[in-house]
Nanobody
Framework: QVQLVESGGGSVQAGGSLRLSCAASGYTYRTNCMGWFRQQPGKEREGVAAISTGGGTTYYSDSVKGRFTISQDNAKNTVYLQMNSLKPEDTAMYYC???????????????????WGQGTQVTVSS
């Protein structure tokens, strides 16, 4: 059973930075994909970034490319999302998620992910 625990959310002013963490446990497959998603009230959940844990290939949505960076610490089984130049429209609940296999071009497709964390709130004020 894969368990994911997010942390690092909070409130910040526009232009500021936050780093989210996702501590993962319970999986043994060598090739996994860890994704970050977000959901605003009344809107669908959307993919933000993903990383293939085996090779380190990263993927980003257009809305965060150049501002957010996904990374991993394999020794700690932790994936990070460094968020810089935050905007009010980045305000959302952020979730990490896991799937077995490579991320690939459909990394943002939610049904592919089997396990989800509980979420961490990010609020950006103008």
């Amino acid at each position: 059973q894969v368990q994911l625990v997010e942390s690092g959310g909070g409130s910040v002013q526009a232009g500021g930075s936050l780093r989210l963490s996702c501590a993962a446990s319970g999986y043994t497959y060598r090739t996994n994909c860890m994704g970050w998603f977000r959901q605003q009230p009344g809107k669908e959940r959307e993919g933000v970034a993903a990383i293939s844990t085996g090779g380190g290939t990263t993927y980003y949505s257009d809305s965060v490319k150049g501002r957010f960076t996904i990374s991993q610490d394999n020794a700690k089984n932790t994936v990070y999302l460094q968020m810089n130049s935050l905007k009010p429209e980045d305000t959302a609940m952020y979730y990490c998620a896991h799937l077995t296999g490579r991320c690939g071009g459909s990394w943002y497709w939610i049904p592919r992910y089997n396990y989800w964390g509980q979420g961490t709130q990010v609020t950006v004020s103008s």
